[in-house]
C-alpha cells in the first residue's frame, strides 16, 4: 500500500543555502526531517534538529544530485558515492557501516517504501534541481560499472561478466584475500580466529564432507585461484581438474602448481562448466563448486544441477556452496548488478535444494554459515583497510570505493540476515554411497 504525504518542511530548512534547500524539498520524500548531516559544494550545512549527531553526508558536486534525479535510489547514490560525488565522512565515530545502518533504520521507521509524494513536492523538486544546476543531461557512467553486452548467459557474455570481476587484478585480490586465495565464506570456530585459519578449515570441512581420500578422482567447478583444488591435492592426495573461465584466475593457479609440485595432481582447464562434463564411465569420485551457482542464473541453473549429478559416477558426493536471498533484487540490487557481479541470481535456499532435486540428486545436508560470512568480511575488510594506499595505486580511486561499498553493504546484507550461504551436500543416486549414517 501506498501513503501520501503533505508534511511541511522543518523552520531550519529556511535557512539558506543548498543543504537547506535540498533537506526542504526532501522532506516530503523522506516523512520527515533529514537524517543525516549535509555539507554541500556550496559549503552550506544541514544538522537535523531531532538529531545533531547524525552521520555527515558531503555532496561535493551538482553531479551527486543528478545522477540521483536520473536513477534515484541505490544506483545513483552508489555512482555518485564511487566518484566521490557523495561521500560519508568519518566524523564522530561514523563511518560507512553505521551510516548505512543507521538509514536503512530510519527507512525502516518510516515506512519509505511506501512514500507517494503530493505532485507539488515533486514540482518543487524539480525546480530546486533547476536552481542549483543539476537538472541537465544525464552525466556518463562512471568508468567501474560493468558494460557486458550479449545473449543473458550465452558462453560469451558469463565470459565476460566473470572476467570484469575475477580478471580485475591478481595482485589486488591478494591484498584482500588470505594467502589461500579463497574468495568464499570461511568455516570460524570464534570471533577472533584469523582468517586463514577459518578458510583452512572451510577447506577441510569440504574436502571431508565430499569423503575425499588418496587417489580419488575430484572435479572443481569454478575453481577460482585454486584454493580447494591446491587443498584438495596437497591435504587430501586427491586428482583434481578445476574449471575457470578467467584467464587470470588460470595463470594463477598454474604458477602455485608449478611453485607446489602438484603438477601431477591438479590440471586446471580455460572451460565454461557446460564443457566440463566428462564421458559417461569416466565420472568423477566427487564434485565441489564452492559459490559459483551464483553465476549461473535462473534460467540456466537447471543445466547446472545437470553438470553436477552427470559429473560424479553413481554414489559419488556432490557439494555446493552456495549464497541465498529473499525479495525483489535475486541478483543483489542495483549496486551489485552494475559494479561487482553483472547477471548473477539468487534464490532462497529451499527453491535452490528443489532444482538441485530436479537434476536428479539426493540432498543430504544443508549446512547454513550466513554469519561465518560476516567474519569472513570482516577479515577481508580489515586487509582491505590495512592495504588501502597499495589498491589505490593498483586500480585507481574509483575501484577501490567500489570494493568499499561492497564489502561494507555485503557484510551488512549477511548480519541483518537479507542474505545467507549454504553448503548443499549431495549424493547421486544409482549405486551405495559412503556416506555415514550419523555425521
Same mark, same amino acid.
Not at 588470505?178 to 570464534?190: T, V, W
Not at 541453473?301 to 549464497?323: E, N
Not at 560470512?373 to 577481508?380: D, E, I, M, N
Given at each position: 500500500?501506498?501513503?501520501?504525504?503533505?508534511?511541511?518542511?522543518?523552520?531550519?530548512?529556511?535557512?539558506?543555502?543548498?543543504?537547506?534547500?535540498?533537506?526542504?524539498?526532501?522532506?516530503?520524500?523522506?516523512?520527515?526531517?533529514?537524517?543525516?548531516?549535509?555539507?554541500?559544494?556550496?559549503?552550506?550545512?544541514?544538522?537535523?534538529?531531532?538529531?545533531?549527531?547524525?552521520?555527515?553526508?558531503?555532496?561535493?558536486?551538482?553531479? #551527486?544530485? +543528478?545522477? *540521483?534525479?536520473?536513477?534515484?535510489?541505490?544506483? =545513483? @547514490?552508489?555512482?555518485?558515492? &564511487?566518484?566521490?560525488? $557523495? %561521500?560519508?565522512?568519518?566524523?564522530?565515530?561514523?563511518?560507512?557501516?553505521?551510516?548505512?545502518?543507521?538509514?536503512?533504520?530510519?527507512? #525502516?521507521? +518510516?515506512? *519509505?517504501?511506501?512514500?507517494?509524494?503530493?505532485? =507539488? @513536492?515533486?514540482?518543487?523538486? &524539480?525546480?530546486?534541481? $533547476? %536552481?542549483?544546476?543539476?537538472?541537465?543531461?544525464?552525466?556518463?557512467?562512471?568508468?567501474?560499472?560493468?558494460?557486458?553486452?550479449?545473449?543473458?548467459?550465452?558462453? *560469451?557474455?558469463?565470459?565476460?561478466?566473470?572476467?570484469?570481476?575475477?580478471?580485475?587484478?591478481?595482485?589486488?585480490?591478494?591484498?584482500?584475500?588470505?594467502?589461500?586465495?579463497?574468495?568464499?565464506?570461511?568455516?570460524?570456530?570464534?570471533?577472533?580466529?584469523?582468517?586463514?585459519?577459518?578458510?583452512?578449515?572451510?577447506?577441510?570441512?569440504?574436502?571431508?564432507?565430499?569423503?575425499?581420500?588418496?587417489?580419488?578422482?575430484?572435479?572443481?567447478?569454478?575453481?577460482?585461484?585454486?584454493?580447494?583444488?591446491?587443498?584438495?591435492?596437497?591435504?587430501?592426495?586427491?586428482?583434481?581438474?578445476?574449471?575457470?573461465?578467467?584467464?587470470?584466475?588460470?595463470?594463477?593457479?598454474?604458477?602455485?602448481?608449478?611453485?607446489?609440485?602438484?603438477?601431477?595432481?591438479?590440471?586446471?582447464?580455460?572451460?565454461?562448466?557446460?564443457?566440463?562434463?566428462?564421458?559417461?564411465?569416466?565420472?568423477?569420485?566427487?564434485?565441489?563448486?564452492?559459490?559459483?551457482?551464483?553465476?549461473?542464473?535462473?534460467?540456466?541453473?537447471?543445466?547446472?544441477?545437470?553438470?553436477?549429478?552427470?559429473?560424479?559416477?553413481?554414489?559419488?558426493?556432490?557439494?555446493?556452496?552456495?549464497?541465498?536471498?529473499?525479495?525483489?533484487?535475486?541478483?543483489?540490487?542495483?549496486?551489485?548488478?552494475?559494479?561487482?557481479?553483472?547477471?548473477?541470481?539468487?534464490?532462497?535456499?529451499?527453491?535452490?535444494?528443489?532444482?538441485?532435486?530436479?537434476?536428479?540428486?539426493?540432498?543430504?545436508?544443508?549446512?547454513?554459515?550466513?554469519?561465518?560470512?560476516?567474519?569472513?568480511?570482516?577479515?577481508?575488510?580489515?586487509?582491505?583497510?590495512?592495504?588501502?594506499?597499495?589498491?589505490?595505486?593498483?586500480?585507481?580511486?574509483?575501484?577501490?570505493?567500489?570494493?568499499?561499498?561492497?564489502?561494507?553493504?555485503?557484510?551488512?546484507?549477511?548480519?541483518?540476515?537479507?542474505?545467507?550461504?549454504?553448503?548443499?551436500?549431495?549424493?547421486?543416486?544409482?549405486?551405495?554411497?559412503?556416506?555415514?549414517?550419523?555425521?
Amino acid at each position: 500500500m501506498t501513503a501520501t504525504t503533505t508534511t511541511s518542511a522543518p523552520a531550519s530548512a529556511q535557512q539558506g543555502g543548498v543543504a537547506h534547500r535540498l533537506a526542504e524539498v526532501l522532506h516530503p520524500f523522506l516523512r520527515g526531517e533529514l537524517p543525516v548531516r549535509l555539507r554541500c559544494w556550496d559549503g552550506s550545512e544541514f544538522v537535523p534538529a531531532s538529531d545533531p549527531s547524525a552521520p555527515v553526508v558531503a555532496l561535493r558536486s551538482p553531479d #551527486a544530485v +543528478r545522477r *540521483l534525479l536520473w536513477h534515484p535510489g541505490e544506483l =545513483g @547514490a552508489a555512482q555518485a558515492y &564511487v566518484t566521490g560525488e $557523495l %561521500d560519508v565522512l568519518p566524523i564522530d565515530g561514523w563511518d560507512l557501516d553505521a551510516a548505512l545502518t543507521h538509514a536503512f533504520a530510519v527507512a #525502516a521507521e +518510516r515506512g *519509505l517504501s511506501g512514500v507517494r509524494p503530493t505532485p =507539488g @513536492a515533486v514540482v518543487e523538486a &524539480v525546480r530546486a534541481a $533547476l %536552481d542549483l544546476g543539476a537538472l541537465g543531461r544525464r552525466p556518463a557512467n562512471p568508468d567501474s560499472q560493468a558494460k557486458v553486452r550479449g545473449r543473458l548467459h550465452s558462453k *560469451l557474455r558469463d565470459r565476460s561478466a566473470i572476467s570484469f570481476h575475477y580478471d580485475l587484478s591478481n595482485e589486488f585480490y591478494a591484498l584482500i584475500l588470505e594467502p589461500q586465495m579463497a574468495y568464499s565464506c570461511g568455516y570460524h570456530s570464534d570471533p577472533d580466529q584469523p582468517l586463514e585459519e577459518a578458510q583452512r578449515a572451510k577447506l577441510d570441512l569440504v574436502c571431508t564432507k565430499l569423503g575425499l581420500e588418496p587417489g580419488m578422482r575430484m572435479l572443481d567447478i569454478g575453481c577460482g585461484w585454486g584454493s580447494l583444488s591446491l587443498h584438495a591435492a596437497e591435504h587430501f592426495g586427491a586428482q583434481v581438474t578445476g574449471v575457470t573461465i578467467a584467464a587470470e584466475q588460470k595463470k594463477f593457479i598454474d604458477a602455485r602448481i608449478a611453485e607446489r609440485g602438484l603438477g601431477d595432481r591438479v590440471e586446471i582447464r580455460l572451460q565454461d562448466y557446460r564443457d566440463a562434463v566428462p564421458a559417461r564411465g569416466q565420472e568423477y569420485d566427487a564434485v565441489g563448486s564452492l559459490e559459483m551457482g551464483e553465476h549461473v542464473g535462473q534460467k540456466n541453473y537447471p543445466t547446472y544441477a545437470q553438470v553436477l549429478h552427470d559429473s560424479v559416477r553413481p554414489g559419488g558426493r556432490v557439494l555446493i556452496q552456495q549464497m541465498s536471498r529473499t525479495g525483489k533484487w535475486p541478483g543483489g540490487g542495483p549496486f551489485i548488478e552494475n559494479f561487482i557481479a553483472p547477471d548473477m541470481y539468487m534464490r532462497p535456499v529451499g527453491d535452490t535444494v528443489s532444482l538441485l532435486e530436479k537434476g536428479g540428486l539426493e540432498v543430504r545436508d544443508v549446512h547454513a554459515l550466513r554469519e561465518h560470512y560476516v567474519l569472513t568480511v570482516a577479515g577481508w575488510l580489515q586487509r582491505f583497510n590495512l592495504n588501502r594506499e597499495r589498491l589505490v595505486d593498483l586500480m585507481g580511486e574509483e575501484v577501490v570505493r567500489v570494493w568499499e561499498l561492497y564489502l561494507v553493504g555485503g557484510s551488512m546484507a549477511f548480519r541483518d540476515g537479507r542474505m545467507g550461504v549454504d553448503q548443499i551436500l549431495m549424493v547421486r543416486p544409482g549405486a551405495p554411497h559412503t556416506l555415514p549414517a550419523v555425521r
